[in-house]
């Protein structure tokens, strides 16, 4: 999921995708995928076993896959031929194998997951669980795979961007920072595993599930901003950093994109113990196990993406009102506090931008 967050953290990539044109498209791209998807899984459901999670999986996969191509195609807004000629088989194949097939799986594990949390199991009730897990996931892959179709066409047409969400910069980063990032992976290991302590106080072990998930989503959270503050200021301390944002703004961007997507990538988890393997519950050492590896992730790619953004700012250090849609950009850049700059004005709304 790094290039859902590189689409939404990176001002160049975010202004490119969050244009009102591209917004009521994007709307339309998703909505006839997920017609074509409940007629899929209604098409499925006479043929093939759609209460075993592994054909599940299988059938959404292959739904995400076209999907991908689809909606890449239509973002692309090129024929087919010249896609293949100008952007290769390794793009792609990346988009439909990465974006389409494993974000799928991930993405219906996500929805099964949380299902099974409000007590409504695919295991025992399969038919909904199974439709909302492969529309779900078919009109999510269509949003993103247009998206990087669309920042695709724009490269294209010759509008520069220092980084393509399609994880090869993250490749560079850890060949070339392993040293810088080494401690904040091994951060994210430690404080993960303390996360499964929390469900040792609750004896329901529905409740100590809950509880496991909120302590990897805040502590997950915590090291993305932490992280990415450290990747944003590579010869300042992090904790300077940190200092210099009001609380409210730390707040937010510690909802989202750390805790938004460390709950998300612990969901992913846990469907895959509880559906792919399953388990019929999540014990102490597995809950350890899944914090550390899902909040390892996270501080990985909160560096990365905090890399990427000191690399657009070294090169593109002027900001246009358009790049103060992004998140980041609005209270990082400027909600400072004691900020009375312009950026800092703009962040507090008076250009009247919504985020």
Not at 213 to 222: C, D, E, I, M
Not at 345 to 350: D, N
Request: aromatic letters at 10%.
């Amino acid at each position: 999921m790094l290039h859902r967050m590189a689409l939404r953290v990176l001002p160049s990539l975010s202004v490119a995708v969050t244009e009102e044109a591209v917004r009521k498209k994007k709307r339309l791209v998703m909505f006839v995928p997920g017609l074509i998807a409940f007629g899929v899984y209604r098409l499925a459901k006479q043929f093939v076993p759609i209460a075993e999670p592994l054909v599940l999986l299988a059938v959404s996969a292959l739904v995400a896959m076209v999907t991908a191509g689809l909606a890449y195609r239509v973002g692309r807004a090129t024929p087919w031929s010249e896609i293949m000629r100008h952007d290769g088989a390794r793009l792609l194949s990346w988009l439909v194998g990465w974006i389409g097939a494993v974000y799928g799986v991930q993405l219906s594990l996500l929805v099964l997951t949380l299902l099974w949390i409000m007590n409504y199991s695919y295991l025992q009730h399969p038919d909904g669980p199974a439709m909302m897990a492969i529309i779900i996931s078919c009109t999510s892959i269509a949003r993103d795979a247009f998206e990087i179709g669309y920042v695709r066409r724009l490269s294209q047409m010759g509008r520069p961007f220092l980084t393509f969400p399609d994880g090869a910069p993250l490749r560079v980063l850890v060949q070339n920072k392993i040293g810088e990032l080494g401690p904040w992976v091994l951060a994210g290991l430690g404080l993960g595993g303390l996360s499964a302590f929390p469900g040792m106080l609750v004896a329901d072990t529905h409740v100590a599930v809950l509880a496991q998930l909120f302590a990897v989503t805040v502590l997950g959270g915590g090291v993305t901003l932490c992280a990415y503050f450290g990747g944003l200021h590579p010869s300042t301390s992090w904790v300077h950093s940190l200092r210099r944002i009001a609380p409210g703004e730390l707040l937010k961007y510690w909802w989202w994109p750390g805790m938004a997507f460390a709950s998300t990538y612990y969901l992913v988890a846990m469907g895959l113990l509880v559906f792919v393997m399953r388990q019929p519950t999540i014990t102490l050492g597995s809950a350890a196990v899944m914090g550390s590896i899902v909040t390892a992730i996270m501080a990985l790619y909160g560096y990365y993406l905090g890399d990427r953004r000191h690399v657009e700012d070294e090169q593109a250090p002027q900001l246009s009102s358009g790049m103060l849609r992004c998140p980041f950009v609005m209270g990082i850049l400027g909600k400072t506090i004691g900020s009375t700059d312009t950026a800092g004005e703009l962040a507090l709304g008076k250009t009247g931008i919504k985020g």
